[in-house]
């Protein structure tokens, strides 16, 4: 029988994103601090006061959930909403630690994969085909992470939209939480960029020009690319198979463009998929199931 583990915990005032996010934000409170002993970080008060807003917006979240259908989306939402914000943050904490870390990655990458295979796969096939469709693929990472509880939500499965943003942010948390404590610069700092023609097509050339002004230093292993969006799309296939099937070959394809891109060791990915595979049999033990009370129409549109 279905543990009703989040039907329990979300009973309260608060959710469990609430509370995941409550305790990202003490976790990243420390990781500043912490750096302090350091090199001290210019505008570090600012983070500070960033995860005080955080906080306020966890207060906030359960009279925002009883104050209509505008503030119940903003409550349930607002994580995957900072998504960027909070990825960004990770670049300024880990911006100090250099390459400190890449060098065991290095090491294990050998130990699983017997070569760089970061930095050799994209040299050794420099297929115009193959970078196109990869490289798009590693464009619509942001698609499959929203598409996934979205969709849910349109189709009126709010409860298994939910679950799958919870699945999602404690993906995220806990890969960010690894960054800052063991920041990773990964294979596209380390190494030379590859020059050819799987570099020149459209699609690769655009991730570069975005990596180039987004990217977050520190933030290779393990692969959030990869853990977070094999997450979204497993939650998908668990509660609406059609939409999971139309993300899965994107997934497929960020899985391995993170690597034939050079922005992950291989490892990196491997680890990304453990955690993914990590929290999706966690999602399964412990779910919550759909209320009894959807409407018919909305029931078969989403029938497999």
Known sequence: MALRVFDRLDSGTYRTIDLATLAYAGVATVAVLRSLSGEVIPGWPWLLVAHVLLAFLVWLAPRGRAAGAVGEFLADWYPMLLLVALYSEVGVLTLDAGFQNDLAVQHLELWVFGSEISYRWIREMPSVPLSWFLHSCYLA??????????????????????????????????????????????????????????????????????????????????????????????????????????????????????????????VDALAGLVIAGAMLAAMAFAKAEAPAAEPAAVLGAVET
Request: net charge positive.
């Open 141 to 266: 990472y942001y698609a499959i992470l929203y598409a996934s509880p979205f969709g849910m939500w349109v189709l009126g499965r709010r409860d298994q939209a939910r679950h799958t943003i919870f699945a999602v942010m404690v993906t995220f948390y806990f890969c960010y939480i690894v960054f800052l404590f063991f920041p990773v610069a990964g294979p596209r700092y380390v190494f030379d960029l590859a020059h050819n023609a799987a570099t020149q097509v459209g699609p690769a050339r655009l991730t570069q020009w975005i990596l180039e002004r987004g990217d977050s230093w520190g933030a290779a292993f393990p692969s959030s690319h990869v853990a977070a969006s094999v997450v979204a799309t497993g939650m998908a296939l668990r509660y609406c198979r059609r939409l999971g099937l139309v993300l899965v070959p994107f997934t497929v394809g960020l899985v391995l463009a993170v690597v034939y891109g050079q922005f992950h060791y291989g």
